[in-house]
């Protein structure tokens, strides 16, 4: 982790519990009543068979309150060394978005499995009072195995959301479970099945749509890839891996789309917008809920009682476990990272603690020989882990994955990742400049053309994926390399970027623009405008000159793009398609005869805003293309000019340029 980075994110996390310090007593938020009645009734396949859960009461008995406590405690493997295992027998780890093995965010995947097979080997040994526990190691596996030097790189949660088809999904989390087995790893912090109803979160590319039932279907089919089906044995020992659907619940709902914010709505309005997901993702087997940092009414979920026992365990049925979010326990009012019975009563199972972990560890012993934790809660927490465990398959010996790096960025998930680019993109213009001729000439420019980082957006790598180069994922390829490939393969001419278009004009221009990486908070905006420059310059340049052009817009969520859209002749949304940019041109590029190879069959699975103000600032009517729009070749429509006023006003006021 770059220290910039790391020391922005901790200083988040001090000013959030100095804050909740502050709220502490008469000011802290009340609790919020919650009906149960009111959420969907889920009854889920057990996890286990009832031999395995008498099994598992056995073993707890067994244990010690030490070696209970350590089972609900994550660390990250940049805070904990193997050998800590043996004076606190910890019940998991993980890799947060900017470590690596040895603090190297590029190591080989072969140190990724020696460091997990230390951890393993350790919460194995027999020795004397301590009982052997596999420990459970998750990383944030979200659009692939993306934090490991060569894995593939899937379209981004958005991208996937406007294919429309839940069984790639599902056959991309499969994929995805494979190479993260591979890597001596058990667990995914995936899918996040948040519903984003504000684009101006910077979480909004995790989200597969702003329509509940099409997540829903989603939650489902990203459960069933990443676990395999319900009642599979041996799962590990067959490439699955266990699966977190996140962040429970209302992330997506927050004001102004503030990330980690308060989501202020009625609770049938929760459970009407933001439940479906969990209930399908439960139903479907889902071993693992991540809590979120967010609130409900002011009231923070790693809090929420009512939420996370009632409803979550009881009316949703939920056997698993439930993790926190990255210390997000300590966001709580009156809670320190290192102490938060609070979170735990709630119904909080596993703290995700990768600061003050030790002494976290050392108070919740000592609450709960104060009582201030029944041991009741503290069995029933520890049963839900090893549940999980068992229902995972970890106890037992054989992993035949690990080690085979073949499976990692593979010809077929290659080829995977590359069909699920094709189903993604959305083209929201064409004025018959699509498809390309292959023998056509053709210049492909623009500010992001040669960046893999903007192509593959944030959690690449690492945390903000803005560090990535070309050369960390060597099987990638950029949209701008694939276009040139299929050009010269047709017999076309490429000019130079810099060509003389008085002289030499190509028959059309490609131009790729983009936005910078980022992630979580850091990607947070004011309005869901695109406010770069350098695209709609290079558009405008080769419209002086009388050149058809193509944009392609890579992004995270929709944006006010109006100047760019009229600017250009036809106007793709690619979102962010991960290391497979020859899918691009797969669509893009005609075959031979002229005719296209593959059509768009991508619809937006989020509206795209015809305003750059959101409410309660834009007017009425301020969507310029709704949820399943998309054009095709085989059923064309004409795009008009649009207002390029910021409030979505058409009349004869002048363009707005974007500074």
């Not at 793009?561 to 250009?568: F, G, K, R, V």
Request: proline share 7%; with cysteine.
């Amino acid at each position: 982790m770059r220290d910039s980075v790391r020391l922005a994110h901790r200083v988040r996390l001090t000013v959030a519990v100095v804050a909740g310090v502050l709220l502490c007593g008469a000011n802290a938020p009340q609790a919020q009543t919650v009906h149960p009645a009111l959420w969907p009734a889920v009854h889920p396949q057990p996890l286990v068979d009832s031999a395995t859960e008498a099994r598992i009461a056995a073993l707890v008995q067994r244990l010690s309150v030490e070696e209970k406590v350590g089972q609900i405690i994550q660390t990250d493997i940049s805070a904990v060394t193997p050998a800590d295992l043996r004076r606190y027998p910890l019940g998991s780890i993980l890799a947060g978005g900017d470590s690596g093995p040895h603090d190297n965010e590029r190591a080989k995947p072969a140190d990724w499995l020696a460091l997990a097979r230390e951890f393993h080997a350790v919460a194995l040994e027999a020795r004397p009072g301590h009982e052997p526990i596999p420990v459970i190691f998750g990383i944030d596996a979200v659009h692939g195995h993306n934090n490991i030097v060569g894995a593939e790189l899937y379209p981004h949660n958005i991208g996937l959301g406007a294919s429309h088809d839940p069984d790639l999904v599902r056959r991309i989390a499969q994929a995805t479970a494979e190479e993260v087995a591979t890597t001596g790893m058990d667990y995914a912090f995936a899918p996040t099945i948040a519903v984003p109803q504000d684009m101006r979160w910077g979480r909004s590319y995790e989200g597969f749509s702003s329509d509940p039932q099409w997540v829903a279907q989603f939650a489902s089919a990203a459960v069933l890839g990443l676990q395999g089906p319900n009642g599979m044995e041996h799962r590990l020992a067959r490439g699955h891996v266990a699966a977190s659907i996140k962040h429970f619940i209302g992330d997506g709902g927050t004001t102004l789309g503030e990330d980690q914010g308060n989501t202020q709505v009625s609770e049938e309005t929760l459970v009407r917008l933001h439940a479906p997901g969990y209930a399908a993702g439960i139903e479907a087997g889902a071993l693992t809920v991540m809590a979120s940092y967010s609130a409900w009414n002011g009231q923070k979920m790693h809090g929420a009682k009512g939420l996370l026992t009632d409803v979550l365990k009881g009316r949703m049925g939920f056997q698993g476990f439930v993790i926190g979010d990255y210390n997000a326990h300590a966001f709580l009012p009156g809670c320190t990272k290192s102490h938060c019975p609070e979170a735990f009563n709630a119904g909080v199972d596993m703290y995700m603690a990768p600061l003050g972990w030790r002494d976290l560890y050392t108070n919740l012993i000592a609450d709960v020989k104060a009582g201030v934790i029944a041991m009741t809660r503290l069995d029933d927490a520890v049963t839900r882990i090893l549940r999980v465990k068992f229902a995972l398959g970890m106890f037992d010996t054989e992993r035949p994955l690990e080690g085979r790096f073949e499976h990692l960025g593979s010809v077929e998930h290659r080829a995977l990742a590359r069909e699920a680019v094709r189903k993604s993109l959305v083209l929201l213009k064409n004025d018959g400049v699509l498809p390309i001729r292959p023998n056509a000439t053709v210049i492909v420019t623009g500010p992001q053309a040669g960046s893999l980082a903007v192509q593959a957006g944030g959690w690449t790598l690492s945390w903000q994926g803005d560090d990535v180069r070309s050369a960390d994922f060597p099987q990638a390829e950029l949209a701008a390399t694939a276009l040139k490939a299929a050009i010269r393969a047709g017999g076309g001419r490429l000019l130079a970027e810099d060509a003389d278009l008085s002289k030499d004009k190509p028959d059309v221009a490609v131009v790729i623009m983009g936005a910078r990486p980022y992630a979580e908070m850091y990607g947070d905006i004011k309005l869901p405008i695109y406010n770069e420059r350098t695209g709609l310059l290079a558009l405008q340049h080769f419209k002086e000159f009388g050149i058809p052009t193509v944009a392609i817009f890579l992004s995270g969520r929709p944006l006010w793009t109006n100047p760019e859209i009229n600017a250009s002749n036809a106007f793709v949304a690619a979102w962010l398609p991960g290391s497979e940019g020859g899918g691009i041109a797969d669509v893009l590029v005609a075959a031979a005869n002229g005719t296209a190879r593959y059509d768009f069959t991508g619809r937006l699975s989020f509206a795209w805003p015809r305003s750059a103000l959101l409410p309660p600032y834009a007017p009425q009517g301020a969507i310029q293309f709704p949820i399943g729009f998309g054009i095709s070749y085989d059923h064309p429509v004409r795009t008009p000019v649009l207002s390029e006023r910021l409030d979505g006003a058409a009349d004869a006021a002048p363009p707005v340029r974007i500074k």
